[in-house]
């Protein structure tokens, strides 16, 4: 465990013992009023308002544990909700409640986060800040109304785990959505780095240790501003230069497998329909250090929803899907057998999976996809459907997130602040709050707020995960009625771990 970990469970620990003396309403060291707690009544009350009539409870049951994995031809050693990574497909409809016993198996403490759920905050999985860690041989019930329907997944929240198998998806189900398809197919995208001779806390050592404390060498004092984030990597050993036109620095960490559905290109999933089917496909990217651009040869898709949330369909050759975001498309399925490709964007290599409505070869994994370098799509490119954009009213609040790093030290900055030391975030419930995140790096962050969906204000459409390219400012407009406190972090996890990471803080009323 890091010293930032270490430290962040401290905190927290005292955080929650302030929890429960208080009746709810934690002293905060930073700010001068109260927070508003995941024990507090304001948190009972709005889960309360979520129930519905009718709503079913769904049960299921997690048991993160040691195991090995056939990545297809190559077995890894690695940490997983089960005999497969993905994990158990968990599925609600929304206003259902959730109730997921969690069993830790692993060998170190964990917990688990519903991505993207407004959920209720003591059930939002983030060790130190919602609930304590779940102790190695431990266990933790979670349970909770699932509010909107959507694509979304689950994964620790602790430290670097969510880069070995540890990741699954939760669907939820619109109950006035009747489906307008045949078939629908989840399709995970991940890096792969566990089991093949390095853990993702031997990555972050590595990407520690390359940076040194920063008082050494060439790269003294440098500041991310200017060259770090990507473009640097090629001076490092191990690394490539890897760089996209459209994001960037595309990543830090060159990894020696991409997969789809738990499988290499070299031995992919097969997915199996009949010709002329029209097929939803959920993508979600579970990756951790990695943007996946994905097409399908041979067709076009037409982007539905993103990040859960319905959005003005619109068709395309490509999208570009960051870590933590997720896309609904859906598209016409022609005879034959296609390749769905997923290109680690600005890196060497990719996932595949299989298409097949018709018998014949099947696609070698380098075959040529000629839609990756059609019109290709980002989140920010979309547009929400009507019933999901937000009302329009003035801004109460708004707060600036200078997303900054360097690479020599490896740490990554909000507000120049690495967590727990980071500045937190203080709204109040009821406000409408803008947050203008303003990446001041050369490679592309995607920023994560935990418990809201938010709207761009650029275009409205509904996310909770969104690319944020380099030198580039970005705003979006959220509702504060979840209350609560709730990571805000890139969900490039290194840079999570590394610093990049504070918390939306809902304070208590005077
Ligand atoms: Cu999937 Cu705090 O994130
Ligand atoms: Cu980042």
Not at 280 to 304: E, I, K, L, Y
Request: charge should be neutral; glycine fraction near 14%; charged fraction near 20%.
């Amino acid at each position: 465990m890091s010293e930032i970990t270490r430290r962040a469970v401290l905190r927290g620990a005292a955080g929650l013992a302030g929890v429960a003396a208080l009746g709810g309403l934690a002293s905060c060291s930073r700010s001068t009023g109260s927070v508003l707690g995941p024990g507090s009544d304001a948190v009972a009350t709005a889960e309360a308002a979520r129930r519905v009539k009718g709503g079913q409870l769904v049960r299921a049951r997690l048991t993160p544990r040691p195991v090995t994995l056939d990545l297809g031809g190559r077995a890894v050693r690695t940490w997983a909700y089960g005999e497969t990574a993905p994990g158990p497909l968990l599925r609600a409809t929304a206003g259902d409640v959730l109730r997921v016993d969690v069993g830790n198996q692993l060998p170190a403490a964990t917990s688990v986060h519903w991505h993207g759920l407004a959920l209720r905050n003591d059930m939002d999985g983030v060790p130190g800040m919602t609930q304590d860690p779940i102790a190695a041989g431990g266990s933790f019930r979670y349970e909770f109304t699932v509010p909107d329907p959507g694509t979304y997944f689950y994964h620790p929240h602790s430290g670097v785990q969510l880069d070995r198998g540890l990741y699954g998806v939760l669907v939820v189900d619109d109950p006035a959505e009747p489906g307008r398809y045949d078939k629908e197919w989840v399709v995970v995208l991940d890096d792969w780095v566990d089991g093949t001779g390095r853990s993702p806390d031997q990555v972050l050592a590595d990407l520690q240790q390359a940076g040194g404390d920063g008082s050494m060498g060439g790269m003294a004092g440098m500041d991310h501003g200017s060259m770090m984030g990507g473009s640097m990597m090629g001076g490092m050993p191990g690394m490539e230069g890897m760089q996209s036109p459209l994001l960037g620095g595309a990543g830090d960490i060159a990894y020696p497998h991409y997969v789809v559905n738990g499988r290499a290109a070299t031995d992919p999933v097969t997915l199996a329909a009949k010709p002329g089917q029209r097929v939803r496909v959920r993508f979600v990217n579970a990756g951790s250090d990695t943007a996946f651009r994905v097409a399908v040869g041979g067709h076009r898709m037409t982007v539905t929803h993103s990040d859960g949330f319905p959005v003005t369909p619109v068709p395309t050759d490509a999208l570009l899907i960051g870590m933590g975001e997720r896309f609904d498309v859906t598209l016409t399925l022609s005879d034959g057998v296609f390749p769905l490709v997923a290109s680690a964007e600005g890196k060497k290599g990719r996932g595949l999976a299989v298409i097949r409505t018709a018998p014949g070869r099947r696609p070698f994994a380098d075959v040529p996809v000629p839609e990756l370098s059609g019109q290709t799509l980002l989140g920010t490119d979309l547009f929400p459907s009507d019933s999901v954009r937000l009302e329009r009213r003035s801004t109460d609040r708004r707060h600036d997130l200078v997303l900054g790093g360097s690479m020599a030290p490896y740490r990554w900055t909000l507000n120049g602040k690495t967590f727990p030391d980071s500045e937190p975030l203080p709204v109040m419930q009821g406000e409408r709050v803008r947050l203008r995140f303003v990446n001041q790096t050369m490679m592309f962050h995607p920023m994560h707020v935990h418990g809201h969906t938010f709207a761009l204000t650029r275009g409205g459409t509904r996310k909770d995960t969104v690319v944020v390219r380099p030198m580039q400012a970005l705003e979006v407009d959220l509702d504060a009625d979840n209350p609560g406190q709730w990571a805000t972090h890139c969900h490039n996890i290194y840079h999570a771990e590394t610093g990049m990471m504070t918390t939306l803080s809902y304070q208590a009323q005077e």
